[in-house]
């Protein structure tokens, strides 16, 4: 019998009893359990309470690396390193301030240097060093202003500036290389390397626009220098075709899906546009119309009288003697006159220069797929949460595909001399539409991740931590800290011996105890007996 005495009375006595009444396996087993389970809850707060990672620089050169690290291991500062050894992530709070405090200790070079150059210009430095440093140092700006656009990552910019020569004939043209590292799934338009090649060409003196070279990361060329003007023109040509195709599209469905409902038609527009440039210059003369531009008159009248003169002009009349008038007249004086008048006449001139626009239409070509309605099989309407195989399909009526067409023409201004052709066919569309709201899970499920993106994790590390504290930490300090149960207390005199012993000390016999039992529970002993009886019938009736 265990002595009261011994039992445990405080919270120590009572561990170190249960402890040691462990065996030697049980006793390690719980100390390394019991040591795993409190390291693991810190360990998991650590983890929650993680910084999230920012890239810091990306793609660099194995010196910026270990520039940019060292400069962050003299300030503390945690990073990460990824596998490639090219990407170096910090805290996400103090990436700016990190990109700040870099470029103004010229990390990474690799980026290229800038006009800080000259910032460090030494008193021996030749004017051959000068230039090469401005030739850096405008390579380094340029590829800075090069990766501002949203689809370069990274660029680097080679300028070959010659020599100035006395004579022209001997100068050299300037010319351009540039590398353009796209982000993955990132594309630059031909309007975009337009306006990289006039950036440059603009930026650096005796560059003309053909001599830049820009090629991607895979040595592919994105500038065509060769290429004429037309093929440029038909390139623009193009988008100007496609962008009136759409906009032919979206408000032709946008109206469809008004009166149809979502995805329930389709629409596509092609279209053949006049790119001719024609300029027609007309001068038209009106005869009918005459005015006076210029008018000259001019009359000249001489008189001369008779015998005022006995000489006159040495000749033979003046050496003839005068016999008489030869005017005979009779001494009347001689007059003669002269007239002269000029018109000039101008006709009404019209003068007009007529220059046809292009990208004008000459023919429109419109397809139009619409969807009928679907049914139940018995003719009912289609309900909400009735299933695809017990729809059916119903076209819509030839008045209904009429209203259709009349619709779309009076979209697009169609035009019966113009040739365009419009065709709109109902047929079933494959699949049934999404329910309400089901085309905006995906959408709704991306907004959720990157508002509360952030406390997710620390809230998952929480509840490890917690069923850790519950299920591991708990049971194994509960059982520790329980005391130990009493011990049963036996009477003095012991119990029989033996199950003989047992029955010889009951004083009543079966046939009393049952008695006993039926006179106090009349109702279930006579269940009993019942049951007992109808037992007896039904075997006597199955050996029968």
């Keep these: 019998m265990a002595d009261q005495a011994s039992q445990p009375k405080t919270l120590p006595d009572t561990i170190l009893y249960n402890f040691t009444a462990l065996t030697m396996p049980q006793r390690i087993g719980l100390v390394v ?18 910084p999230d990672m920012s890239v810091l620089f990306a793609k660099l050169e194995r010196g910026d690396v270990q520039a940019i690290i060292a400069n962050l291991d003299r300030q503390g500062i945690p990073y990460d390193l990824t596998q490639s050894g090219d990407t170096i992530k910090v805290p996400s709070e103090k990436v700016l301030e990190l990109r700040l405090q870099m470029a103004s200790d010229g990390l990474p070079e690799s980026s290229g240097v800038g ?63 540039i590398v353009l590292t796209l982000r993955r799934g990132g594309a630059l338009s031909q309007s975009q390397v337009q306006g990289v090649i006039h950036l440059v060409s603009s930026s650096v003196e005796g560059l003309d626009p053909s001599e830049v070279t820009i090629v991607d990361g895979h040595g592919q060329v994105l500038s065509n220098t060769i290429a004429s003007k037309d093929a440029q023109l038909s390139s623009s040509q193009v988008a100007m075709q496609r962008n009136i195709e759409t906009d032919f599209e979206e408000r032709v469905q946008s109206m469809l899906d008004k009166v149809l409902g979502r995805n329930k038609s389709v629409v596509r527009v092609s279209t053949i546009l006049d790119f001719r440039q024609v300029e027609v210059t007309e001068e038209t003369y009106d005869p009918q119309s005459q005015v006076v531009r210029s008018e000259n008159r001019s009359q000249e009248k001489i008189t001369e009288e008779s015998g005022t003169s006995e000489t006159g002009v040495p000749g033979v009349r003046s050496n003839v003697p005068n016999d008489g ?99 709109v066919v109902n047929t079933p569309f494959e699949g049934t539409s999404l329910k309400e709201g089901d085309e905006h899970v995906s959408t709704m499920v991306q907004t959720f991740f990157s508002t509360w993106g952030g406390l997710i994790k ?61 006179s106090e529970n009349p109702a279930t002993a006579a269940h009993v007996i019942r049951t007992w009886i109808k037992g007896d019938q039904e075997e006597k009736a199955e050996n029968v």
Excluded: C, W
């Excluded at 019991?34 to 993680?50: N, R, T």
């Excluded at 030869?326 to 006449?345: C, D, Q, S, V």
């Design 33 to 50: 359990l019991l040591a795993l389970g409190i390291a693991v809850i810190p360990l998991l707060a650590l983890m929650g309470k993680e």
């Design 115 to 177: 006009f800080e150059i000259f910032d460090r210009v030494g008193l021996g430095t030749t004017q051959f060093v000068q230039k090469m440093n401005y030739r850096r140092a405008l390579q380094g700006e340029l590829a800075r202003t090069i990766a501002q656009i949203g689809e370069v990552e990274r660029a680097r910019v080679h300028l070959v500036i010659p020599e100035r020569r006395l004579f022209t004939t001997d100068k050299q043209p300037a010319r351009a290389a």
């Design 325 to 423: 008038d030869i005017t005979g007249a009779g001494g009347r004086p001689k007059e003669a006159k002269r007239k002269n008048e000029t018109l000039n006449y101008e006709l009404n001139r019209k003068v007009s220069k007529i220059v046809e626009p292009t990208g004008s239409i000459k023919r429109l070509s419109v397809a139009v797929l619409v969807d009928g309605t679907y049914e139940l099989a018995d003719g009912a309407a289609a309900s909400a949460d009735a299933s695809e195989g017990e729809l059916k399909y119903v076209p819509r009526s030839e008045e209904e595909m009429t209203k259709l067409v009349d619709i779309v023409k009076k979209s697009v201004g169609f035009s019966e001399a113009r040739g365009d052709e419009i065709e």
């Design 458 to 518: 620390p809230a998952v590390f929480l509840f490890l931590g917690l069923l850790v504290l519950l299920f591991v930490v708990r049971p194994m300090v509960t059982s520790l800290t329980t005391p130990p149960s009493e011990p049963v207390q036996i009477p003095q005199d012991g119990l029989p011996a033996t199950v003989a012993d047992y029955e010889a000390e009951i004083t009543e016999t079966p046939e009393e105890i049952a008695i006993k039992l039926a």
